[in-house]
């Protein structure tokens, strides 16, 4: 138990006094998230509307499947991701492994099911008298979509914060693909299975406060983002 | 409105600028190392590679797992470099041409820990004897159960005891983690476990001295636990680093690296000995 408290102290010490290993591994959660994050949701924010807002063939299935696909589990992603760009896999000669690269690529698969799925799901529900007064005040199919998407935009909002949370604190794909190198690819997520795997647990429970303080503060911006 | 609009754009931008950071060339002299956790947890690593820097110019980073995966990371061509502690694997390894230069560095050796008070009566037995206690009092044994250099050789002295492996036993249990997170569990169930010498002290460092498991089998012949480095064999991955790896591999060997390793201490006990020649 003494872990805990001991934990919280080192996490306020790890914060103030700049450790280098530590700010190493906020440096590159932040950068392996924000490129997944900006990849998923540039892809998955359109195909989550095109699913939503038309009807064609196939379309609840291709709903199911996406459904089943956010139960992805990390691991597994991080060795499908491997297999693809490890030396001998079809694209290994792009040098990928080992690398922020890497680990955002396979975060950016574990987001973009997320993304699509809840935008389909928001633009479904959009209340249907919306699209009728827009038809009846002769808008045109362009200003029907941005509005549209302008009225859920909170919604949307959800889906990204819903994503950032899982790509934040996956380790799978980060062990795997990253390989937890000392400055370069240690993630905090894997920083905190290593102090936990060497049994020094409260410097775990540090990581995992900086952790959480990261998250509230991308959170604390966005809901101001949400008030204005 | 209007502050909104600066914060969305402040927010993009900071994206945009780290992401960019991101992307960077590989360096040349630039060498990639998969290697044990022992190594690694026991900060032997992280004391020893700034004087290779230092003295040959060359960056070595490295994954830490199990000597198993590190040995597949080899064979997949991901890595240039191995430092591995499995002799019999690492034999096997080169005979079916994954790797071509083995060059011993150092050892410690393994050792049976369990409670102070010894419930299975372990002490003053050796080793197949110490097995065959543990099996017939069905005490706790924690197995790490992740093909590493060390599981492989818990696995070769059962077999040496006579006794098959004891893998569906209630009292046999298979954590899958590193060494250091496995000692705890056997602290937490009170148990048996065998660990590399290194891991052990660093454990007692942790445990400020107090330390509730203790050593009570060692010095066997066979406990010995060899650690190489492994250059990978340039046929099977024409791209990987050879000349960098052999660079590594000889300053390992080095009278300077030698004399590093053998002052590496915790608690005022040498973790690993070396022994290159």
């Keep these: 138990m003494t872990f805990l408290v001991e934990g919280f102290i080192k996490a306020i010490e790890l914060l103030i006094s700049g450790d280098i290993s530590t700010w190493s591994a906020v440096s590159a959660t932040i950068k392996a998230s924000t490129g997944s994050m900006l990849v998923s949701l540039l892809t998955g924010l359109p195909c989550g509307f095109v699913l939503g807002y038309f009807d064609f063939r196939f379309k609840r299935l291709i709903r199911t499947v996406l459904d089943t696909l956010l139960a992805l589990p990390?691991?597994?992603v991080g060795l499908i991701v491997y297999a693809f760009i490890s030396s001998k896999g079809p694209l290994g000669d792009m040098g990928l492994l080992f690398?922020?690269?890497?680990?955002?690529?396979?975060?950016?698969?574990?987001?973009?099911?997320?993304?699509?799925?809840?935008?389909?799901?928001?633009?479904?529900?959009?209340?249907?008298?919306?699209?009728?007064?827009?038809?009846?005040?002769?808008?045109?199919?362009?200003?029907?979509?941005?509005?549209?998407?302008?009225?859920?935009?909170?919604?949307?909002?959800?889906?990204?914060?819903?994503?950032?949370?899982?790509?934040?604190?996956?380790?799978?794909?980060?062990?795997?693909?990253?390989?937890?190198?000392?400055?370069?690819?240690?993630?905090?997520?894997?920083?905190?299975?290593?102090?936990?795997?060497?049994?020094?647990?409260?410097?775990?429970?540090?990581?995992?406060?900086?952790?959480?303080?990261?998250?509230?503060?991308?959170?604390?911006?966005?809901?101001?983002?949400?008030?204005? | 409105m209007r502050l909104k609009k600066i914060l969305t754009l402040v927010i993009t931008s900071i994206m945009i600028l780290s992401w960019a950071v991101t992307v960077q060339a590989s360096e040349k002299n630039e060498l990639m190392m998969a290697t044990t956790t022992s190594t690694d947890n026991t900060g032997l690593l992280d004391y020893l590679i700034p004087f290779f820097k230092q003295e040959t110019g060359i960056a070595l980073k490295w994954t830490a797992t199990g000597t198993g995966k590190a040995l597949e990371l080899g064979r997949n061509c991901?890595?240039?470099?191995?430092?591995?502690?499995?002799?019999?694997?690492?034999?096997?390894?080169i005979a079916n041409g994954f790797g071509k230069d083995r060059r011993e560095i150092m050892y410690n050796d393994f050792v049976i820990i369990g409670p102070k008070s010894d419930p299975a009566g372990l002490k003053g037995k050796d080793i197949s004897q110490a097995l065959s206690a543990i099996k017939t009092n069905k005490a706790f044994f924690m197995s790490r159960g992740d093909d590493s250099g060390t599981n492989k050789k818990e696995k070769l002295l059962w077999k040496n005891a006579g006794i098959t492996l004891p893998d569906k036993e209630k009292w046999y249990v298979q954590t899958g983690q590193g060494m250091l997170a496995t000692i705890n569990v056997t602290q937490e169930k009170n148990g048996y476990t065998m660990t590399d010498r290194g891991t052990y002290i660093k454990y007692q460092d942790q445990q400020r001295g107090d330390a509730p498991l203790t050593i009570l089998v060692e010095g066997d012949d066979i406990l010995l636990n060899q650690y190489s480095v492994l250059t990978l064999n340039p046929k099977n991955c024409p791209d990987a680093k050879y000349d960098l790896a052999l660079k590594f591999s000889d300053w390992m060997a080095s009278d300077s690296a030698q004399s590093k390793i053998g002052e590496f201490r915790l608690l005022g006990k040498p973790l690993f000995i070396p022994n290159a020649n």
């Design chain 1, 74 to 76: 990390t691991v597994c």
């Design chain 1, 99 to 228: 690398t922020l690269t890497g680990i955002a690529v396979g975060q950016t698969i574990l987001a973009f099911p997320v993304v699509t799925a809840i935008t389909a799901s928001i633009i479904e529900n959009i209340d249907p008298a919306l699209k009728l007064t827009l038809i009846s005040l002769g808008a045109g199919k362009k200003n029907i979509i941005l509005t549209c998407l302008w009225e859920v935009r909170f919604g949307i909002l959800a889906a990204a914060v819903t994503a950032y949370g899982r790509v934040l604190t996956e380790v799978g794909i980060s062990m795997i693909v990253g390989g937890n190198i000392k400055y370069h690819t240690r993630t905090m997520t894997t920083a905190i299975a290593l102090e936990t795997n060497k049994g020094l647990f409260a410097d775990g429970i540090a990581l995992g406060i900086v952790l959480m303080t990261i998250a509230f503060t991308v959170n604390l911006s966005l809901s101001f983002l949400r008030k204005r």
């Design chain 2, 78 to 93: 991901d890595v240039d470099v191995l430092l591995v502690h499995a002799p019999p694997a690492e034999k096997a390894y």
